[in-house]
């Protein structure tokens, strides 16, 4: 029983058993890792049973509620709500199936089968083992064991991180680093889960310390030449804050690790940048039937910065991707060809409109793409507030147009610019005849929508009702987020605005099905974010993977070298599967551009 309140404690969350979700969390973790032989669970040798199976058992949860009297949408909703993500979901034959991704004691398991080995130290930036005091002793006569477990653990973070460590538990006071390079060059087999914890069985279960050890004083913490087979080795006082990884490190190359969602159903299967199961995209656009088209629509700016840097100027802060160096300004230009190489692969009869400041040169000169200067302040700090200002106001004008003449219908999609179109996107305009506006959403509660991908419906009053929505959203965030006026300040707006819609249901959001709701008067069509709005570091997390139907990458933040990499690997290869496979494989790593 100390063992058992020991793990509660050290599991983030719910302790005391009132939440009987996370009572349910806490339960599940403790059958599938451990108890399947015991209890005669049917457990596949890939860890899965049946959800059906886990209900029937007469066991009651940390909350003292009986397992019987939860349900199947109990377990979802416990998955959902695990934040170290120790379970994945499978469905097959009409039937649920779960599994714990690591940790197992049962030996039916071939736990080989859930993991991805690791293969190049640069996979991983850190590899920690946390532990306790009283262990010290032993680990150092005895070296880190695996105990009844079938691997040692270590995390791929550090609790400064400022979220929950996958694989540590959070009072740990001796952190233990391996050395990555080091194990793999001495023959140590490394292994990482789909919930990023990293797993060794070490030599015959023991991953063995040699004894020469350097101490440091825990009231100064800083690595020393600790001497230990591939670890170094710190101990922490309690009172003294974890060593902080370091944040700022970029890579200036592309670094491969695991592929996320490999073996789940739905999911791109890759070997390497080898793609397994996907092999055809649609290019055949469907914007040229009945008279209507698609637009493209992004809003762009260059900050203080001249376009015209010389490669030889050192000054410059250039980057290089592949054989072209870019200076900051060149940077965001060279993703902007990028977004609209895309957009012609994929929707070739699509145009492509650039909302930007009128004292931008752009200097564009390209097929399809036309430059609208809409004046405003395009200031860093209020670049997402100016963002919606030109969506309404652009929509203004188009409506103004089509009250003169009424033609061929030019619907919209107003998209960040380091996105890729990687599908064609009319279809959402056929297969959802009936909404005015789209966004995309995610499982999150603090930002459930995101606004880097915003459908309009080109009819008058598809775009009257849009605009009107997007007011509406510009007047909640001058009034209520100015404080976040350079970022997630649109996206805050935009939850705020249809979540204060009394028939609106936000349990809608856990699941990645499309759906339309009334909100105001418009009607709103909310497409899920892991098919048109998929991100390289969601697609390692939430998303579990890359479903096979993605239309929309998007490379947020420090992922921009990444979609110069993606294009130049799809320009050689012509292959956008196995460009998707290079993407997914890299989505754990953050870059220099």
């Known amino acids: 029983m100390a063992n058992d309140r020991e793990r509660s404690r050290g599991r983030g969350g719910g302790g005391s058993g009132k939440d009987k979700i996370d009572a349910l969390g806490r339960l599940l973790t403790r059958i599938l890792r451990h108890m399947a032989s015991e209890l005669c669970l049917n457990m596949r040798s890939d860890g899965y049973v049946n959800v059906q199976d886990l209900l029937k058992l007469n066991m009651k949860t940390f909350a003292n509620i009986p397992l019987r009297s939860h349900t199947v949408d109990d377990i979802r909703e416990a998955v959902r709500r695990d934040n170290k993500q120790r379970f994945s979901l499978l469905e097959e034959n009409g039937e649920l199936l779960i599994r714990a991704n690591q940790g197992h004691t049962v030996t039916t398991v071939e736990s080989e089968r859930l993991l991805k080995p690791i293969v190049s130290a640069e996979e991983v930036s850190v590899c920690i083992h946390g532990t306790y005091r009283k262990n010290l002793e032993s680990i150092l006569e005895s070296g880190l064991k695996r105990m009844k477990r079938l691997h040692v653990h270590f995390s791929c973070g550090l609790p400064t991180d400022g979220q929950v460590i996958s694989g540590m538990r959070r009072d740990v006071n001796v952190l233990i680093f391996l050395d990555v390079r080091k194990a793999l060059e001495e023959g140590m087999k490394l292994y990482i889960s789909d919930n990023n914890v990293i797993l060794t069985e070490g030599f015959d279960g023991v991953v063995p310390v040699k004894s ?180 309404i106001a652009f929509l203004e004008v188009r409506l103004e147009e089509l009250s003169r003449k009424e033609g061929h219908i030019t619907h919209y999609i107003f998209t960040d610019s380091d996105i890729a179109v990687v599908e064609d996107l009319g279809q959402i305009f056929e297969d959802y005849p009936n909404f005015h506006l789209a966004l995309t959403f995610r499982n999150n509660k603090a930002q459930p929508l995101n606004s880097g991908f915003i459908a309009v419906r080109g009819t008058a009053d598809g775009i009257s009702r849009a605009k009107l929505f997007l007011q509406v959203v510009l007047e909640v965030y001058t009034s209520k987020y100015m404080s976040a006026s350079r970022m997630l300040g649109d996206q805050l707006a935009l939850a705020w605005v249809v979540k204060s819609d009394p028939s609106f249901d936000t349990r809608k959001f856990t699941k990645a099905q499309a759906f339309l709701e009334e909100i105001g008067d418009a009607s709103v069509l909310f497409l899920p974010c892991a098919i048109y709005n998929w991100t390289p570091p969601e697609g390692a997390g939430q998303f579990h993977g890359m479903p096979l139907d993605v239309k929309v990458v998007h490379f947020k933040g420090s992922r921009k070298r990444l979609m110069l990499e993606s294009w130049n690997f799809f320009r050689s290869s012509a292959n956008l599967s196995d460009m998707l496979c290079l993407i997914l494989g890299s989505g754990r790593t953050k870059y220099d551009f």
């Open 212 to 391: 020469k050890i350097a101490w440091c004083r825990t009231d100064e913490l800083r690595i020393k030449g600790a001497e230990i087979i591939d670890i170094t080795l710190i101990v922490l006082s309690p009172t003294v804050e974890y060593p902080a990884r370091n944040k700022n490190k970029k890579f200036d190359h592309l670094v491969l690790g695991p592929a996320a969602g490999q073996g789940l159903r739905n999911r791109l299967q890759c070997e390497g940048i080898k793609s397994l199961n996907k092999t055809h995209f649609s290019t055949s656009s469907s914007i040229a039937r009945g008279g209507e088209n698609v637009a493209f629509v992004t809003v762009f700016t260059i900050f203080n910065s001249p376009l015209n840097v010389r490669v030889d100027d050192r000054s410059s802060d250039l980057v290089t991707v592949g054989n072209a160096s870019y200076s900051k300004a060149q940077r965001s230009m060279a993703i902007l060809n990028v977004f609209i190489n895309f957009i012609q692969v994929t929707m070739p009869q699509s145009n492509i409109v650039i909302l930007t400041d009128p004292a931008s040169d752009l200097n564009l000169h390209r097929d399809r793409v036309n430059i609208h200067p809409i004046p405003g302040e395009y200031s860093r700090d209020k670049l997402m507030l100016q963002r919606i200002r030109a969506y």
